[in-house]
Nanobody
Framework: QVQVVESGGGLVQPGGSLRLSCAVS????????MEWYRQVPGKERELVAG???????YYADSAKGRFTISRDNAMNTVFLQMSSLKPEDTAVYYC??????????????WGQGTQVTVSS
């Protein structure tokens, strides 16, 4: 069983910063990519940033230059540092991990989401 738990969301003023964390627990599962998505009501969930195991991070155009994704493999945790936040960044942010079980099956897992609200 794999659990994915996000934290760090909240209310922040425009121009402010937040750091989201996503902790993964469970054994026997080898994590490859760790990604952040976001979703607002009535819209599809969209990729914000991702980081593969041993690879370079990638970002949506809306996140480039403002957000930084990083991971701590020893702690099975991925972070999203968000700066220069705008009201349009308001959304529920979800963490998704992709990997493979020890017996070979690949799987994806999502967290429950954390609300980020950018407002004055």
């Amino acid at each position: 069983q794999v659990q994915v738990v996000e934290s760090g969301g909240g209310l922040v003023q425009p121009g402010g910063s937040l750091r989201l964390s996503c902790a993964v627990s469970g054994s026997g599962f080898s994590i490859n990519a760790m990604e952040w998505y976001r979703q607002v009501p009535g819209k599809e969930r969209e990729l914000v940033a991702g980081i593969p195991s041993g690879g370079s991070p990638y970002y949506a155009d809306s996140a480039k230059g403002r957000f930084t994704i990083s991971r701590d493999n020893a702690m099975n945790t991925v972070f999203l540092q968000m700066s220069s936040l705008k009201p349009e960044d308001t959304a529920v942010y979800y963490c998704k991990i992709a990997g493979r079980w020890w017996y070979g099956t690949g799987s994806d897992y999502w967290g429950q989401g954390t609300q980020v609200t950018v407002s004055s």
